[in-house]
């Protein structure tokens, strides 16, 4: 049985958020150990498969992370990441500080063989739109992005849509301002380049701001720049769509019944464009899995913070990218013996 | 009287819309040479103040730009951008490939003292929001920027947001992934540092994707790859949201009669956030005026970029941006002399 270790501090809404989370998602069967604060988390020791692990020092949005996560070997967060790599734990998920989180994770649990630097990944869902939602990465581990990296981001991309959202051949794109291979900074023409000969991806080429939304990949591939820009613009134009929609449903009395009649519907909508239904995002490239809930998160979004880091380590998703890299630094000879021999062992195994 | 030269090739919907739209804003006042085919034109030679051009080639978004504009010298949008240059017309206005109209007025229309790299801006609306729209750009005339460019960025947007949207004093802000001086890349945290110390701008520090339509600036800087993805994602999210909303309006009996009831006041939503509206992006740090309108404009997109190219054109843009840059130039003392001479003259001239 998977044991997700949760930090029990930083999340906005307290840590009333993290016990009904922390309820919720133990309730599906996930042993918990939960850091933090004994006194305001004490309800954590009457959830059944749930420990509660003591945290003095906590780590907020206001501290510099490198700094803190140094400093403070006893705060929640670090405690829940040494947790995971001391193998009490299987996988984190923290609704605080995203770039303590971040460092915690990063300093815990080392990373793959080959993988520079880690990403970001967030589940775009599409409103409307059935499947699996698209992969987005990085959305924020990094803020300068090499080349190099950005193909790495599609294999980490590549193995986590298919390992845990069930995604048979991932196809992955390359974010830019045009569909034309030359299209784009100096760093994503190469990478555009780089990503159409890469073994063991299925690269469809760039695509636009506009297509974030489409369904025409399953993984988008970005730096971490860009990406966090790009996902907080997302949020803040649904939001203000949304509002605006609203505040249209409100003015008149027509339009404000047909609010009412509507409000049902955009409920389903809304619970849709919600951070809340993903559980947040991905830490990918480590040895270890953590998952960074969305700060504003409720209840739900705690416990599906929780649950998508156990569906991960269930999945095996940190394998599977570890073997989908070693495929990748194959050369196509190499790659040409495993496929013959792929075939043979079907043969032998009808 | 301001003469604007109108491409009357490359709009997605046709000579029909160019001939509209040079009809509703000939009614304005201003007078159009219109460049393009004489026979689909032909309707052009009734409007009165517009004169149709022949211009027997055509630049599409299939041809690269900067090859098409130097062997095609009889391009509608490089004899109209010609047009400029050498005095007929003040301004220019496209709603062709806008990688041709950059490039056809780039060649023609000298840059300004001291720009490296011209911008393109576009005025983002605030749904439900009054008051002047938030100026953003680079939206894509450069895939790379230099720190530099990103200072100069602010200037032109400065200068272009006082002229021509009426905004006093405009508050400047860079677009990153944090409110702190230190988030983002190498580039955008030295731009920060820069703006901060930079005269005769109001530098109000970094905003995040999810503040772009929130109205916390007036002027929102950004390197041209970025610009343009978010711009995109902006005009995709929104398109998606209201699909969703449309979806849920149609979807079950109440539902669609809450539908019908808000269709009128979801009608203001839409024409505020379409793109027509603004008519287009303006190309920012040249000795000349060039508005490239949306690809998919109507008459009334076309109506309004020539109309932005002439009130960019009455309110002195181009020599407005000029004093600013000079004024960026200029030392403290400097700066120390030509307050207290200004001070001197407001009291010779109460």
Chains 1, 2 share one sequence.
Not at 197 to 220: H, P, S, T, Y
Not at 254 to 277: N, V
Not at 300 to 327: Q, S
Request: glycine letters at 12%; hydrophobic letters at 45%.
């Amino acid at each position: 049985m998977t044991t997700v270790a949760l930090d029990g501090r930083g999340a906005e809404r307290g840590p009333g958020a993290i016990v009904a989370g922390a309820r919720a998602a133990a309730a599906d069967g996930i042993r918990l150990r939960v850091f933090g604060d004994s006194a305001a988390l004490t309800a954590v020791t009457e959830i059944d498969g749930a420990e509660l692990v003591p945290a003095v020092e906590e780590i907020s949005n206001a501290d510099e992370p490198v700094a803190a996560v140094r400093s403070r070997p006893e705060a929640s967060v670090v405690l829940a990441a040494r947790d995971v790599a001391e193998g009490r734990s299987q996988a984190m998920a923290s609704a605080g500080s995203t770039g303590a989180a971040m460092t915690a994770a990063l300093f815990a649990l080392r990373r793959l063989h080959g993988v520079r630097r880690p990403a970001l990944a967030v589940q775009l869902l599409v409103p409307g739109r059935l499947g699996p939602p698209t992969l987005l990465l990085d959305v924020g581990a990094n803020a300068d992005a090499r080349t190099n990296d950005l193909l790495q981001f599609a294999y980490l991309g590549t193995a986590f849509s298919e390992a845990v959202l069930g995604v048979a051949h991932p196809r992955v794109a390359l974010l830019s301002v045009g569909e034309e291979p030359n299209k784009g900074s100096a760093e994503v023409v190469d990478a555009h380049a780089r990503l159409a000969r890469a073994q063991g991806l299925d690269f469809r080429g760039n695509v636009e701001g506009k297509d974030l939304l489409a369904g025409v990949a399953d993984v988008i591939v970005t730096d971490g720049f860009t990406g966090n820009i790009v996902l907080k613009t997302i949020e803040g134009t649904a939001k203000t769509v949304a509002e605006a929609v609203r505040a249209a449903a409100r003015s008149g009395v027509r339009a404000a019944a047909g609010g009412l009649l509507l409000r049902r519907s955009l409920g389903a909508l809304r619970r849709q464009m919600d951070p809340d239904t993903t559980g947040g995002a991905i830490l990918l490239g480590l040895r270890g899995v953590a998952v960074v809930g969305h700060g504003s998160s409720g209840p739900e979004g705690i416990a599906n913070a929780v649950r998508l880091a156990a569906r991960t380590v269930d999945e095996r998703a940190v394998e599977r990218t570890t073997k989908l890299l070693e495929r990748s630094r194959m050369t196509r000879g190499e790659l040409r013996r495993e496929s013959l021999q792929a075939g043979m062992r079907d043969r032998k195994e009808p």
